[in-house]
């Protein structure tokens, strides 16, 4: 059948701009770039976008400023800091669990956790680290009024710290403790007692970005991605590992050696509200502030969005 020249020019058009659109409109993504935590995150934005570009360096207060973030990763740690001033903020995803542990001096006189009583110790404040250290502390009788917090930045110069005997311990997320442990070699000491804690790294998003339908369509989108990652991940981790190595710019060979204290459960891990109920009252006394009820937490904890994902 003949066709009109104006026709048949933009019929060619529109196939062409057709092709050319992309398959999901990109999502503002924040994450920490630094950490192994993000890497189903990095994973599921090249699955879907072509690259890593699309994630940004930050976390949750992304999610509230000028240029907002469509979706932040954080700990439950920063959500639960976070969620005082933005109750609006939602956790929608597991993306990863990271196994903490904390590495001193044997030659500090440090045998046992009861040891470190009196010693100096870095962490990063007010994060994840510093609630594994108030854990381990406690398994012993103490708290952090028994130890003296020396703040070590960046991260990266925590290593060194230990080793020029600044410090006499150190925790940290993973790698920056393995090198922490490299650095001083038979003189390490190791603390990591089963189930006492591990990180609960999430995806967050806002319940006004949830009540936009068209928003929420990219974000279930996207968490379906990182589900699928999630998955390729835990069956292939060598996959991801240039990946990892490529935005962090630590070498794949260190990224392969911790990997093992890193999980990546793709989808809202059963306990989160209980870690959550019972790290609140840690954080409370930063703002000076009374711990919040299991029930106003669990309003920010939505698993809708998982639910939606799960449906092809």
């Known amino acids: 059948m003949l066709q009109h020249p104006r026709l048949s020019l933009l019929l060619t058009l529109g196939v062409t701009l057709i092709a050319a659109a992309p398959a999901h409109a990109q999502l503002k993504i924040y994450g920490n770039t630094s950490t192994?935590?993000?890497?189903?995150?990095?994973?599921?934005?090249?699955?879907?976008?072509?690259?890593?570009?699309?994630?940004?360096?930050?976390g949750i207060p992304d999610l509230f400023d000028e240029d907002a973030a469509d979706v932040a990763t954080n700990a439950e740690t920063q959500a639960l800091r976070q969620s005082v001033d933005h109750p609006d903020l939602r956790t929608i995803l597991t993306v990863s669990e990271g196994l903490y542990?904390?590495?001193?001096?044997?030659?500090?006189?440090?045998?046992?956790?009861a040891d470190l009583r009196g010693k100096r110790i870095t962490t990063a404040p007010n994060t994840s680290s510093a609630y594994y250290l108030h854990k381990l502390l406690?398994?012993?009788?103490l708290t952090a009024a028994d130890v003296t917090i020396v703040p070590v930045t960046p991260l990266a110069n925590m290593p060194r710290a230990l080793a020029n005997r600044e410090v006499d311990a150190v925790t940290i997320w993973e790698p920056e403790i393995e090198n922490a442990a490299a650095a001083i070699g038979a003189d390490a000491i190791e603390f990591q007692p089963p189930r006492l804690?591990?990180?609960?790294?999430?995806?967050?998003?806002?319940?006004?970005?949830?009540?936009?339908?068209?928003?929420?369509?990219?974000?279930?989108?996207?968490?379906?991605?990182?589900?699928?990652?999630?998955?390729?991940?835990?069956?292939?981790p060598q996959e991801v590992w240039p990946l990892v190595a490529e935005r962090t710019g630590y070498a794949p060979a260190l990224i392969e050696r911790v990997w093992r204290h890193e999980a990546y459960p793709g989808t809202l891990v059963a306990d989160l509200l209980d870690v959550m109920v019972e790290e609140d009252p840690f954080l409370a006394p930063e703002r000076n502030r009374m711990p919040r009820p299991r029930a106003q937490l669990a309003i920010l904890i939505d698993?809708?969005?998982?639910?939606?994902a799960l449906v092809e």
Do not use: C, M, W
């Not at 904390?102 to 045998?111: K, M």
């Not at 698993?303 to 939606?308: A, H, P």
């Open 138 to 141: 406690g398994t012993a009788g």
């Open 197 to 236: 804690y591990r990180e609960i790294f999430g995806l967050h998003t806002t319940a006004a970005k949830l009540a936009d339908p068209a928003k929420r369509r990219e974000i279930v989108a996207f968490v379906r991605a990182v589900i699928r990652a999630s998955e390729r991940i835990r069956e292939q």
């Open 36 to 58: 192994l935590e993000l890497a189903p995150v990095l994973l599921a934005a090249k699955d879907l976008y072509g690259d890593t570009s699309a994630v940004k360096n930050g």
């Open 101 to 113: 542990r904390l590495v001193a001096r044997r030659s500090a006189g440090v045998a046992t956790v």
């Open 303 to 308: 698993s809708t969005v998982l639910r939606d």
